[in-house]
Structure formats: C-alpha cells, structure tokens
C-alpha cells in the first residue's frame, strides 16, 4: 500500500472540468488499496478524497495550511468530512506543499493553478513520481511545455501523463513497485 497524493485546483474553471476525473482518481485509489493525501481543500482533491470514502477507501489524510480545526474551517473555510485524519500544520499553503508532497510516494495531479505547479515543483526537487491525469486543462496542460523548458531534467522518467485514472494509477503503482521492489516488505 503506497501512500498517494491527489494535487489539483481547489478553485477555477478545472475545477469544473475536472470534477468527474478527481472522482474517478479518488475511486482508484481506494481500488487499489492505497492511501489518500490531500491538501484538504476543497475543489479536485476534496471531490478525490469524497469519492476515495465512497469507494471504500480505509485511510484519507489531509495536510491542512491551519494551526487547528477552527483556522481550518473558520479562516480557510476548507472541508474536513472526507478525511480519517487531518494534519494541521500552521505551515500555510507553502509549508503544507512540501509536507504533502514529501510525505507521499507519489501525486496524481488534475487541472490545477499556482498551488499546483508548486506542488509538481516540490515533486521534480525531491524525485517524487507525478502522473497528470489530462482532461482538466489548468497548469497539468502545461507540463509537458514546461517540462521541455526545463531540460535537462535529473528524473523526467517519474513524469507520467494519461487521460485515464485507471492507467495512470496502475503505471505510477508499477514504478512504485519497481522503485520499491527491495523494501516489498515495507509496503
């Protein structure tokens, strides 16, 4: 079981576009016997992390920007019924980017803005996997631009791009698996 990240915009037109894919991402997940993490927000993740519960998923955790549960609904007005368990971390949305990132061993991103991109960067810098699940537009429309601007790149091999929740889950957990496969008996 791989502890899996569910990036993407918690505002704007992706939000709308992507909806039904953050559904099928969560629902994927949860299928496959990993955990979820989140930013816990709201938009994409949240509609993840709904569908990762309905699905039967055992353990959703969100890494909140807050210091405590009344910042987190009062002051960010973010969502907590789709979680197990939230972190609070009074890092803000910078801090609480690094925490999620490096703390999953992998992201699926969907549509997405700033936070996003930020996040795949925190994914580039400490060789965490990433899939973009297209279909969305936002930034993870973009990545594959920026990704060619950016050459050389150090690991563009944990890049992964598709147009299906399914296949980029089942190709992130074979390079998980391959990546893993002399601690097998840690996950």
């Known amino acids: 079981m791989y502890q899996i990240a569910v990036s993407g915009a918690a505002k704007g037109t992706s939000v709308e576009e992507g909806k039904e894919l953050a559904r099928l991402v969560g629902t994927a997940i949860a299928k496959a016997g990993h955990s979820l993490l989140t930013g816990a927000t709201s938009g994409l993740p949240n509609y993840a992390a709904e569908a990762y519960k309905a699905a039967g998923g055992t353990m959703s955790v969100g890494i909140s920007p807050a210091a405590s549960k009344v910042e987190h609904v009062m002051k960010y007005r973010l969502p907590i019924k789709a979680y197990d368990t939230i972190l609070y971390t009074g890092l ?26 930020h996040e795949f960067t925190i994914a580039m810098e400490s060789d965490t996997p990433i899939g973009f699940l297209q279909g969305a537009g936002g930034i993870s429309q973009e990545i594959q631009t920026i990704l060619g601007l950016a050459q050389p790149l150090r690991n563009s091999d944990g890049v992964l791009f598709s147009d299906s929740a399914d296949e980029l889950l089942a190709d992130i957990t074979k390079l998980l698996d391959k990546d893993h496969s002399k601690y097998h008996n840690l996950y």
């Open 92 to 117: 803000h949305y910078i801090g609480r980017d690094t925490l999620l990132i490096t703390s999953s061993d992998a992201v699926v991103s969907i549509g997405g803005r700033l936070g996003t991109l």
